[in-house]
């Protein structure tokens, strides 16, 4: 299956349901909203879609979202996660004006998990292997951190341990060289659909460009294979949107997060 049409419409109706917030700590809705409660103080909003939603009705859903989670105290940020191919009239407008900034834009990939399951060499003394450990784990974010430019935050490992003691199915992959992590990438099979995603990878600046996120890469597919995955599906960036349509993988929409903070 490689016509974009039928892969945003498998996207749609696979992956924007509870397969895309496994780690909920509680999920309320507002309408079409599906209004998610993470560890750590992050809210998330998301949704199958704005259900035909007009420009006032979008900015109510907007301003009902933002009460719910001014409401609890212990949210600290949330992010409003919209997509390129969602008819939502207003919806840019109403976010900002309610304290929402939008964050960088992001390729919605979907492909053939088999194109990416291929052999890619590795540079001298770099190998790749699953962590499970959770030192391991924590060294892992920490590594991922500070690649994105964030402060050290013990956030996101607490979030992936609690994840792995309620649901093992989430894979941490990782390359090493010379003692030190240099690539960084999880993959997330989903429960009763094709898919499996490849998410955050990171890369240290200066192991760029020498084939170990392809490789990384190319690990996870492997495994998504084995778990009967047929179909990866990713959030790219910019650096990461070539590597995947070199290997077929089709731009089926694009995604912009946007951020509130308290």
Known sequence: MTDPS????????????????PSAISVARVGPLRLVTFLGGRGFVTYR????????????????AIAHFRADGGITQVEWKT???????????????HGFAPED????????????????????????????????????????DEVFGQPPSDTTANAILRRQ????????????????????GRLEPVADTVF?????GSTRPEWRGRGIYR????????????????????????????????YGFVKVSTTTPYAWKR
Not at 50 to 64: F, H, I, N, Q, S
Not at 196 to 200: E, P, R
């Open 6 to 21: 039928h892969l945003l419409q498998a996207y749609d109706e696979q992956l924007r349901t509870d397969a895309e917030t």
């Open 49 to 64: 879609d704005l259900g035909g939603a007009d420009e006032p009705a979008v900015r109510t859903l907007v301003a009902e």
């Open 83 to 97: 997509r390129g191919h969602d008819h939502a009239p207003g919806l840019h407008e109403a976010l900002l004006e």
């Open 105 to 144: 834009r992001e390729s919605i990939m979907i492909g053939d998990a088999a194109a990416l399951a291929v052999d890619v060499p590795l540079p001298d003394g770099v190998t790749v292997r699953r962590v499970t450990e959770e030192p391991e784990v924590r060294a892992m974010c920490a590594m991922q």
């Open 165 to 184: 003691a309620v649901d093992d199915s989430m894979e941490l992959w990782v390359a090493e060289a010379e003692g030190q992590l240099v690539t960084a």
């Open 196 to 200: 499996a995603g490849i998410w955050g």
């Open 215 to 246: 490789a990384l890469t190319a690990a996870r597919a492997r495994s998504a294979l084995a778990l009967g995955k047929t179909l990866v599906h990713s959030d790219s960036t910019e650096y990461s949107r070539p590597i995947l349509e070199r």
